[in-house]
């Protein structure tokens, strides 16, 4: 009876099913004829999520033989890849493309902020922060963040050993979160707190390109570090005044003067993970595609970086920072309406930050070669794929 019944179930379903992917099959082939090639995976809606998820930048450089514009199904979604540099003006400056449209819903999803609110005060933040780190005005924060880096490199010591990549990330974030939310706004000298938000951010970072987009139920752990964090800036938001003047205001005070809604604590996560964790030629491309392009492969291109993977500081020289002027092919800060609006900020923190661990320590790598950079992580900071573990002594 159970098998009979068993049976009836799978007959059912095959017969329900299989006439519907026959016409949803059909209909799409038809459709497609002058559309990009797509990958569309083995399981209905799912698509090639497994595949793409497990290694995204592998996955990619797979699929360019597509061409150089391809879609990829993947839970539900198009997701339109455009791989050669020369396409990357339509992707930043077609009338056709609605940058707000396409990251609202994973801003609802990452941060729990209300359409209505993200509409009203999206290009409103983007603004204030674009006018609040413009080159002209790096001047009120370089000095104090200079200190701020001083401070807390200090604090590691006169020599010690240690992952690079853990200690970079452990004095810098300290520094830039004290330079621009204010100094102690977080606990960030308490070392038993901050290891904590440390250890909640990271995991919120490592795993925001899936909180983005999969079902929170599905992301237990990232779910409970998003939690952790918007509790956390409940509180900030609870005890941080506004001061008067434009030249003493911390970034944060001028978001949480300019959001007048419940979301004060929500902005202020997102614009804690912006500050630390980093940056279609003829509209075939159907409606509601969610654009893509990957900086990491961007940046690989021979054709505007020779020997891509070699060091070469001197590929700089043709850009003039000056004048906003960067390499061809590279985005980084995006580009268009909505580029970084604290690229002159990143800047200035890396070649400060950079500067000023070389010239207080000497350092030395305890393995044979810098490990690569992860293929996991679309978006972001590229962060390590392996420990890099190094030695490191203050300078006489």
């Known amino acids: 009876m159970v098998l009979e019944l068993n049976d009836l179930i799978v007959g059912l379903i095959l017969t329900t099913i299989i006439p519907i992917l026959y016409c949803v099959y059909h209909v799409s082939r038809s459709k497609s004829k002058s559309l990009p090639p797509a990958y569309k995976g083995w399981f209905p809606w799912l698509g090639c999520a497994f595949e793409f998820g497990k290694n995204p930048l592998d996955f990619i450089a797979q699929k360019k033989e597509l061409g150089r514009i391809f879609t990829l199904y993947v839970a539900g979604e198009r997701l339109t890849f455009i791989t050669d540099a020369e396409d990357f003006q339509y992707f930043f400056q077609s009338p056709f493309v609605d940058f707000q449209k396409a990251v609202q819903d994973p801003v609802l999803n990452v941060a729990s902020v209300s359409k209505t609110s993200f509409f009203k005060y999206h290009t409103k933040i983007h603004d204030m922060v674009k006018g609040r780190l413009a080159s002209s005005r790096l001047i009120y924060f370089s000095d104090k963040l200079c200190d701020e880096f001083r401070d807390q490199l200090t604090q590691l010591g006169k020599q010690g050993k240690g992952d690079l990549h853990h200690l970079v990330r452990r004095s810098m974030y300290a520094a830039v979160i004290n330079n621009l939310f204010g100094k102690n706004v977080l606990p960030v000298n308490c070392e038993k707190e901050f290891e904590k938000i440390e250890e909640m951010f990271v995991m919120f970072d490592e795993q925001f390109e899936y909180g983005a987009r999969l079902p929170s139920v ?179």
């Open 218 to 396: 599905f992301l237990k752990d990232w779910s409970s570090a998003k939690k952790y964090l918007i509790e956390l800036f409940s509180k900030v938001v609870q005890k941080t005044t506004n001061k008067k003047s434009d030249d003493d205001e911390t970034l944060l005070q001028s978001l949480l003067s300019l959001v007048q809604d419940q979301y004060k604590a929500n902005y202020s996560l997102l614009l804690l993970w912006a500050s630390l964790a980093n940056a279609i030629p003829d509209m075939k491309i159907p409606e509601g595609d969610m654009l893509m392009l990957s900086p990491y492969w961007a940046h690989r291109n021979e054709k505007y970086f020779p020997d891509p993977l070699m060091y070469k500081p001197e590929r700089w020289k043709e850009a003039d920072i000056d004048k906003n002027v960067f390499l061809d092919g590279f985005v980084a800060f995006g580009g268009g309406r909505y580029q970084c609006p604290g690229r002159w900020y990143a800047i200035l923190e890396i070649q400060m930050y950079v500067a000023m661990f070389i010239q207080m320590f000497d350092c030395k790598l305890l393995i044979n070669s810098v490990p690569e950079p992860s293929k996991k992580h679309l978006v972001g900071t590229q962060q390590p794929a392996e420990p890099c573990p190094v030695e490191y002594r203050l300078r006489k």
